[in-house]
């Protein structure tokens, strides 16, 4: 027994000078060096630390929409991925990131991001058949005819005039619409919200979806109803105190 002991004693002891002769005293390992900010290239870290806070755990959705969303992918492509992701979007809680613009990201770290939101969370049929509306409007909105189709697709869910309702939030809060953009707006009308339970701008009325001008129509709608000062509990006073 005693020599099992001896044997496995020096066993250990030879470990312990190989891991010696490996890395000198007072030396770091190679695999132990922190790399510098720029220098992160993986997906997983960049995303954690520079995305995930707004669009959630695996791009799940948060505060802002859900990136891994096929229909949301299926619309924006990488050109515009990458511009949003670099220079923010003014007016909005969406920062820019590149460095260019004022962030932390290089050009190279954006293309690592915009790259593999594709690459991991895209899905091939995800609008069917069906022509999805266009990222971008193609013509001008009427709010007019845009609270007509709000009263058509939107208001079961969201309430009369936006006030929220039984199944869906308040749209027309003004402090909600001080923080998105008409583009916003008008890609959640087209993607929904999946995370929440939203649909996109087929499941609003079975087997009728939007047509691209009632996308742009209503995002008209919405966008009129914002008022100069969000936010305030309370008219403001010609009077002042003193």
Avoid at 99 to 120: C, F, N, P
């Amino acid at each position: 027994m005693n020599a099992f002991r001896h044997i496995g004693g020096c066993a250990a002891l030879v470990a312990m000078l190989a891991a010696g002769c490996a890395a000198p005293h007072g030396q770091p390992a190679l695999d132990s060096e922190v790399l510098a900010p720029k220098q992160v290239m993986a997906f997983d870290v960049l995303y954690s630390e520079n995305c995930a806070g707004c669009h959630g755990t695996d791009g799940r959705g948060g505060a802002a929409i859900a990136l891994a969303n096929p229909v949301y992918l299926s619309i924006a492509d990488d050109a515009v991925i990458r511009k949003v992701i670099a220079n923010g979007v003014k007016g909005t809680a969406m920062p820019p990131f590149a460095e260019s613009a004022g962030g932390m990201l290089t050009d190279a770290q954006i293309d690592v991001i915009t790259k593999e939101i594709r690459t991991r969370w895209s899905k091939q049929g995800a609008v069917d058949a069906a022509t999805a509306p266009s990222y971008a409007p193609k013509s001008a909105g009427d709010a007019r005819r845009g609270e007509v189709a709000y009263g058509a697709y939107c208001e079961s869910c969201h309430g009369p005039g936006g006030s929220g309702g039984k199944k869906g939030s308040a749209i027309t809060n003004d402090s909600f619409l001080a923080l998105v953009s008409d583009q916003g707006l008008r890609t959640i009308v087209i993607t929904g919200r999946p995370e929440l339970g939203a649909p996109d701008w087929r499941g609003d009325v079975p087997g009728k979806p939007m047509s691209e001008q009632e996308v742009t129509d209503v995002v008209a709608w919405l966008a009129s109803q914002r008022v100069q000062d969000p936010g305030k509990p309370y008219a403001a006073s010609n009077n002042t105190q003193h």
